[in-house]
């Protein structure tokens, strides 16, 4: 243990048949839950622009350094983060390829799936560690697999829980090669923490703030507790500088990329007030009510708030283990406060802080649970509120929920949330070829249109116009929202197009002949 108090209950077992058996119900319902629908197309900006990077593997060969994300015209070399995800999707869509008549959109969820699965073990083992009763370990990931949040993203096509799987294994191999009584010169920990370091840098270097943090106590507290050597420290500096500055370079290399490409508003030099934010946003008022109501739409109710403030004496008996369990919750206030643009504007950036969220929903939960349980004397009723309490809050958790309702997936629901962008994709497929361009007004830069038309395209969101202008003649459709008045200012500037569909919302014209 890091910890000098062990986090326990002493009056209720840990480990019983009954909560075992509920436990591995539990994780069977959740792998369940995410195979529905796999298939299903893909829609919204995160999503579709990680798939539209693997389609182009598919097409023209994977690529890393120079991977193309066909959204914002020439050259389509527009690099972010290292493609960790999108390498390990192709390579998944190769192998089902070899198998059986592989569906790329099935190829994307599967591996986002994997890498999820991955996250709940290293969170076990981590959560063991902080907490001495595997059964709070066991609780957060159940937490981790159920919540309405992460049924959601974790069925998606996303980095996010690429980036959570490797920062995690960081923390984990890094806890081990701090730990004293059990290190042995083992270097095969060493390059494993520096391995996991590395890849979660790359692979999303602002997901791994939050772990940075976490790991920050831990080291703090090993440093109190005991003396290393000069060697020793050297190995912790190595551990913590390398895979920063490989992050650091990977950044800057990116920026070149995009300089080169044409793309420099891009650059994290010019997108640092974007992710960052400003003084004044960070203390509005209205902006934290509004990441309130996202938290909320997560599936966090505000019951569970007021659980947490009931259940507050209980706690506040036993208070260096109750401060110590709140150590996961300022990682998280400290990451929005840092990136508080991110987490203002994209949902997704929660999946960075749902581990800690769930550590500490793990041991609140079952200290609730535990509480209950002590005013039964039987087994039997101690057995029914280990099953019924879980049962109660995964129905508060799912009843009504938005995450839920979009994770499993129908075709209504697809009517009602894009119905006309699919039925326009489906048409444009269907009535041009692979080969042409086409360039979309009035969309911003999400590539749902370009992913589900598999076709590059130059997204007029940002460019000026003389840019757009005097790219026209490349391109062959033009898709345009019909009750913008602005974007039909813009399509009068454009010679030799003529009208040639009205589909939902859209209006679709393409270059005469």
């Not at 095969?188 to 999303?204: H, M, P, R, S």
């Not at 992710?275 to 960070?282: D, E, I, P, R, V």
């Not at 109710?301 to 709140?326: D, G, N, S, Y």
């Amino acid at each position: 243990m890091l910890y000098p108090e062990k986090f326990t209950d002493k009056k209720i077992p840990s480990r019983t048949t009954i909560f075992n058996f509920c436990f591995l119900a539990l994780i069977l319902f959740s792998i369940l839950v995410r195979f529905d629908n796999l298939s299903d197309p893909l829609i919204g900006f995160r999503q579709t622009q990680t798939a539209i990077t693997v389609q182009t593997y598919i097409d023209e060969g994977p690529s890393i350094l120079k991977y193309k994300t066909p959204v914002l015209g020439k050259p389509w070399t527009l690099p972010f983060e290292f493609p960790t995800y999108q390498i390990s999707a192709y390579t998944a869509y190769k192998i089902l390829n070899l198998l059986a008549h592989a569906d790329l959109n099935a190829a994307l969820r599967l591996t986002n799936s994997v890498y999820f699965y991955g996250c709940s073990v290293f969170l076990f083992l981590i959560s063991r560690r902080f907490f001495s009763n595997t059964a709070v370990s066991k609780t957060a990931v159940l937490i981790f697999l159920l919540f309405p949040f992460s049924v959601f993203w974790s069925s998606a096509s996303s980095i996010e829980f690429t980036a959570d799987f490797f920062a995690l294994g960081y923390v984990y191999f890094f806890t081990e090669f701090l730990d004293i009584a059990r290190f042995k010169e083992n270097y095969k920990i060493f390059f494993a923490a520096l391995f996991f370091g590395v890849l979660g840098y790359l692979t999303k270097i602002t997901t791994m703030f939050p772990y940075c943090v976490f790991l920050g106590f831990i080291i703090v507290s090993c440093f109190i507790k005991d003396k290393f050597q000069a060697p020793r420290y050297l190995k912790i500096l190595v551990l913590t500088a390398v895979p920063l500055l490989i992050g650091i370079a990977w950044i800057k290399w990116t920026d070149y990329v995009k300089i080169i490409s044409g793309f420099a508003s891009l650059s994290s030099q010019n997108l640092q007030q974007w992710n960052f934010g400003t003084l004044s946003q960070k203390f509005s008022y209205e902006n934290w009510m509004f990441i309130y109501e996202n938290i909320k739409n997560m599936g966090i109710p505000l019951t569970a708030f007021l659980a947490v403030l009931l259940f507050i004496p209980l706690f506040w008996e036993r208070k260096k283990e109750f401060l110590c369990a709140l150590i996961p919750v300022f990682c998280c206030l400290a990451t929005v406060l840092t990136f508080f643009n991110l987490y203002h504007v994209h949902d997704y950036y929660y999946c960075s802080l749902l581990p800690f969220l769930c550590m500490f929903g793990g041991y609140i939960l079952y200290n609730i649970i535990s509480y209950i349980q002590s005013f039964f004397s039987a087994k039997v009723f101690k057995n029914f509120i280990a099953i019924f309490c879980p049962l109660v809050m995964l129905s508060v958790f799912w009843y009504n929920d938005p995450y839920i309702k979009k994770a499993f997936r129908n075709e209504t629901w697809f009517k009602q949330y894009k119905g006309s962008l699919l039925e326009l994709t489906d048409y444009i497929k269907l009535n041009s070829s692979k080969e042409d361009l086409i360039m979309v007004f009035d969309n911003d830069w999400n590539s749902e249109i370009p992913y589900n038309t598999q076709r590059k395209s130059l997204m007029v969101c940002w460019i000026t116009e003389d840019s757009y202008l005097s790219a026209a003649n490349d391109y062959e459709l033009f898709i345009m929202n019909k009750n913008s008045q602005y974007n039909n200012e813009r399509l009068e500037k454009l010679t030799d197009i003529i009208f040639e569909v009205s589909i939902g919302d859209w209006n679709v014209y393409r270059r005469k002949k």
